[in-house]
């Protein structure tokens, strides 16, 4: 059979096929006035053809963030950015204006943000987020564009479209709003799909969805950059992975060979840190080792913490009612973990809000220290409130953007004096000082960053410093929402160790939620398990993991992702 002779046919005859969707060369990107000096990302080179994955990964702050945002020109007003070869789709990128950039993003590419609480407009519902692409890019009318956008949405996992696209951000959970990140990113099928955590916000039965649609992807020949710090996650889609440590890749290769035998000292920490199936005691921060001559954890004593017969209604946008929490009960010993899971949108953010009398229960009592708390007035809390703190899990949006790091941990300081003993004078500058570095300290987090604010750091280090913020006060109760989702395997490791340490030492007691299973398992003594609104299997976690009797807690222990 002879070839065809026409234009599309001698094209094909004289270009190569497209080796790359996308090409970095010697990747530099800096903040300043002077382009090329203090480059926060220095000669970073890699290639991701089309169908294939190329994980990202590193610890909080290495660059991981900013090189993805560089590729598609949002790494900032102030940003300079230097390579000697950046294309998309065989397209030299290099230099794009604002508005030709709007032209591809979303079409060309698509982004999906890690901050998906900020990353989406409060103001408007996320059927109209996930429909501007369509409406900008494309020739579909609006009926055809509201199909579109409940498609997406049911591939992502977010089933009931037509009440979906009514809904804004502040009315779904942290894994619900990245779902609708992730079905704006992919509703025009871009070729390419740059991904900043995609799965940090969601439990592990979602997770494993999004995880079987981006390999869907895959196979249809999308490029994907995934960063992550899951490896885990990584371990499953990626087939290759380059590891970044203060702006530079240290290590890059085939992803089954990197885990299996890592080259470098950072990759080994990273995997070492992995909390999966290591046993509680064991400091994840320093592989293989136990702590040294750890103080010996309190025997569980008087209940510190409890529930009664929670209950808590929402009315829908449609006008019917959600019980988000129905029926709860539990009780926490002091010096033990609660570990609370279950997937997004079962009641867990809700249930924790209630324990600290943000929310007033329907029906049902929370008591803090054996004293009635959600039935108290503020002003009789007020005397108990230092000793239950709050981790929250998006640490962004719990922070005045004004203020400083310096500051938000000095009120911490000075507000948990006041609670603690109202009228008393005010602190000693120096002793405030000494004790915002302390907590600074206990968290991973260098002095330089006192003077930044929220927005100019990374998540992974927003999340510290509300963590510190949470130990101001030095509690005896912490209640935990996801406070390790945002953070990459190694800071993850020093804070579970951190907590871990402080309840050997203190007879802390923590309620932990969590979507992953792992740090459950290795932080926890007991265990619940949440499926809207109710709580379906509770006990000792070594008996609920290891003979789970719920369908649903059989499922979630199913899905969990692990290495190799």
């Not at 053809?49 to 945002?69: H, N």
């Not at 519902?125 to 564009?145: C, F, M, N, V, Y």
């Not at 199936?277 to 293989?288: E, F």
């Not at 899971?341 to 054996?370: F, I, M």
Request: aromatic share 2%; net charge positive; proline share 6%.
């Amino acid at each position: 059979m002879s070839q065809g002779t026409g234009p599309a046919a001698r094209r094909a005859a004289v270009t190569p096929p497209l080796v790359s969707l996308l090409r970095v060369r010697d990747l530099a990107v800096g903040f300043g006035a002077q382009p090329g000096t203090d480059p926060v990302v220095a000669g970073v080179s890699f290639d991701i053809a089309p169908g294939e994955c190329l994980a990202l990964v590193g610890e909080s702050g290495s660059g991981k963030s900013v090189t993805a945002r560089s590729l598609i020109g949002l790494a900032g007003n102030d940003a300079w950015l230097q390579a000697t070869e950046l294309e998309i789709n065989g397209d030299d990128v290099l230099g794009l204006t604002d508005a030709q950039w709007r032209r591809r993003r979303g079409r060309d590419v698509g982004l999906v943000l890690q901050d998906a609480l900020v990353s989406l407009d409060p103001l408007r519902p996320i059927g109209r987020e996930i429909a501007d692409s369509l409406r900008l890019h494309t020739t579909l009318d609006r009926a055809a564009r509201r199909a579109r956008v409940e498609e997406v949405l049911e591939r992502v996992g977010l089933p009931d479209g037509r009440t979906r696209v009514r809904q804004r951000a502040g009315e779904l959970s942290g894994g619900q709003r990245q779902r609708a990140l992730i079905a704006a990113a992919i509703a025009l099928d871009p070729p390419l799909l740059l991904i900043d955590e995609p799965t940090t916000a969601l439990d592990v039965t979602v997770q494993a969805q999004i995880l079987d649609l981006l390999e869907s992807l895959k196979r249809h020949g999308t490029a994907i950059l995934l960063i992550s710090h899951d490896l885990a996650v990584v371990s499953r889609i990626a087939d290759r992975i380059a590891v970044m440590s203060a702006g530079q890749i240290v290590e890059q290769g085939p992803a089954a060979r990197l885990l299996a035998s890592p080259r470098q000292e950072q990759t080994r920490r990273m995997i070492a840190a992995i909390p999966i199936d290591k046993p509680r005691g064991t400091r994840l921060a320093s592989p293989g080792d136990r702590a040294d001559a750890p103080a010996p954890a309190p025997a569980p004593g008087e209940v510190v913490l409890e529930a009664s017969g929670l209950v808590k209604t929402f009315r829908r946008p449609d006008g019917s009612e959600q019980r988000a929490v129905d029926g709860v009960s539990f009780r926490l010993l002091r010096g033990t973990t609660l570990g609370l899971v279950g997937e997004s949108g079962s009641g867990k953010t809700t249930t924790a809000r209630l324990l600290l009398a943000l929310s007033r229960p329907d029906a049902g009592e929370v008591r803090v220290l054996g004293r009635p708390f959600s039935a108290a007035t503020e002003r009789q809390r007020r005397r108990l409130r230092p000793e239950l703190g709050a981790i929250y899990q998006d640490a962004l949006s719990s922070f005045d953007p004004r203020l400083s790091v310096d500051a938000v941990l000095r009120d911490a300081v000075r507000g948990a004096r006041h609670t603690a003993r109202p009228g008393a004078a005010p602190g000693n500058a120096a002793r405030d000082r000494a004790r915002v570095l302390e907590l600074l300290d206990q968290v991973s987090l260098p002095a330089t960053l006192l003077s930044r604010r929220p927005l100019s750091l990374s998540g992974g280090q927003r999340q510290r410093v509300g963590i510190a913020r949470a130990l101001a006060s030095e509690p005896q109760i912490l209640v935990c929402d996801e406070p390790v989702s945002s953070l990459d395997v190694t800071v993850q490791a020093q804070v579970l160790d951190l907590l871990d340490e402080l309840q050997r030492e203190r007879g802390l007691s923590l309620l932990l939620i969590s979507h992953d299973l792992g740090v459950i398992r290795h932080a926890r003594d007991q265990v619940a398990v949440m499926l809207d609104g109710t709580i379906v299997e509770t006990g000792d976690t070594e008996q609920v993991f290891g003979a789970p009797r719920h369908p649903y807690t059989q499922a979630l222990l199913a899905a969990v992702p692990r290495l190799g």
